[in-house]
């Protein structure tokens, strides 16, 4: 790679408003994350009773997990959209408008009429709220992460992009925390105060979002007259290959996470290996390791490439996958605490460090919004209705069917891995460290 290519990337010092983007851009991944993450908890603690009642508990679960689903397979067309606007109309507006529509869905959550007042249009208007959220996560996070690559420093890209990817943990973690707290006040107040207090969240972060700067590899497509006018269009025909490899490196963490954590909290309950209050704690425990642990994985990146990370996390994920569910298997706290915060702060949050750097750089920076988004995107359809597919593998042939299907997906992440291109190996980080020593640093000056 050239000199020239690598100024695609950004300025070489980044901008004075690299951390105050990423900064930013997390806030809005915490946010996103909160909303969307804790449909999850929701949908394996307490939606198969509220919205999806029955003699048959594995039925309500299974018709619980489907709506879940939905939500992950909008995802792909809020990838389109927030690519496409991305592209054309810039980072920032993406941004603002993804998360005003999530706030808005979330919050009508927590207003939802259950199956015993309205029967069945309850789970109606619950699968309508959770498209209109699979829609605006959809668009999230390209425009998140670009706005944090794209202001940062050449040499530090995965510690920016890292932080926009260690939001998505913090938003877990206050998820988890809400629905610990609203535990205690049993009914339906359980699970309908952590969804409307997310609205506070989300002023805060549009306050924030509000101030943060367009990105200025967008600003320079645009001065210079290069903007696509169809990038969708563009990349499918120039990058397809990149975006297949990109779903196959997404799906082994995404997958994976909805196997060892979305379907694993559902799992121990209704096995009676933990009780949801210790399900919680532990998810708790894993996400604020979680937070460091992705930071620290990101930033790793910078120092030995994106690609050998994934390797090595892909290939440890696939041991783990039997281990994972024979440690949780014990009925031991200890054991499942550990089993969980292996699962998401190893096998998960380092996959997540190394993509936020890694896939914008795959991507011609005029298409960077479109093609990033629809590897990320895309690949949410298969975790969407994982834990539904889990559920009935556990049906048919036990924990065993669920601990191969996660070593599946972490064998579809390891061939991904192997199959894509270095974008920060040696040569990249050399022409970084010319570029850097030989470059005024205006930045801080």
Not at 109 to 122: C, D, F, Q, R, S
Not at 210 to 231: C, H, L, Q, Y
Not at 275 to 281: E, P
Request: aromatic share 10%; with cysteine; glycine share 12%.
């Amino acid at each position: 790679m050239s000199k020239d290519a690598l100024t695609m990337r950004g300025p070489v010092h980044g901008t004075k408003d690299a951390r105050r983007v990423a900064i930013g851009s997390g806030v809005g991944a915490v946010i996103e994350t909160y909303d969307f993450i804790g449909f999850g908890t929701a949908a394996a603690l307490y939606f198969g009773t509220a919205f999806f009642p029955g003699s048959d508990p594995v039925s309500g679960t299974l018709a619980s997990f489907a709506t879940l689903g939905v939500g992950f397979a909008a995802r792909p067309l809020g990838g389109i959209i927030g690519g496409h606007l991305g592209d054309k109309v810039g980072r920032k507006p993406v941004l603002v408008s993804s998360l005003i529509l999530m706030g808005l869905a979330t919050f009508a959550i927590g207003l939802l009429p259950t199956y015993a007042a309205v029967g069945l249009l309850a789970p109606a208007l619950l699968v309508f709220v959770r498209i209109v959220q699979g829609l605006a996560f959809g668009a999230e996070w390209g425009g998140a992460i670009l706005m944090s690559y794209e202001h940062a420093p050449w040499k530090t890209k995965g510690k920016y992009t890292g932080i926009v990817q260690a939001g998505f943990p913090v938003g877990l973690l206050l998820a988890n925390l809400t629905f610990l707290a609203s535990a205690g006040l049993g009914g339906e107040l359980a699970w309908r105060i952590p969804f409307l207090a997310s609205i506070v969240l989300v002023a805060v972060g549009l306050v924030i979002r509000s101030k943060v700067p367009e990105s200025p590899v967008f600003d320079e497509v645009k001065d210079s007259g290069t903007i696509v006018k169809a990038p969708i269009v563009e990349v499918l025909k120039t990058d397809w290959r990149n975006i297949v490899k990109g779903i196959g490196l997404r799906i082994a963490e995404t997958a994976g996470y909805a196997v060892s954590i979305t379907y694993m909290i559902s799992y121990l309950n209704s096995q009676h290996l933990a009780d949801k209050t210790q399900t919680l704690v532990a998810l708790c425990i894993a996400s604020a390791i979680g937070i460091f642990a992705t930071q620290a994985w990101a930033a790793l990146t910078d120092r030995i490439g994106r690609r050998p990370l994934y390797i090595w996390s892909t290939a440890f994920a696939a041991l783990f996958a039997i281990p994972m569910f024979l440690l949780v298997n014990t009925g031991l706290f200890i054991a499942i605490i550990l089993t969980i915060v292996i699962s998401y702060a190893v096998c998960q949050n380092s996959l997540a460090g190394a993509q936020g750097a890694w896939f914008p750089e795959l991507f011609q920076a005029k298409t960077r919004a479109s093609g990033a988004s629809l590897a990320y995107q895309i690949s949410a359809m298969v975790s969407g209705f994982t834990p539904f597919i889990t559920t009935l593998l556990f049906v048919s042939f036990g924990w065993m069917g669920p601990a191969l299907l996660f070593g599946a997906y972490a064998l579809i992440g390891l061939w991904a891995a192997i199959a894509t291109r270095e974008t920060w190996g040696k040569r990249e980080r050399q022409l970084a460290d010319e570029a850097t020593k030989s470059t005024p640093n205006t930045v801080n000056a």
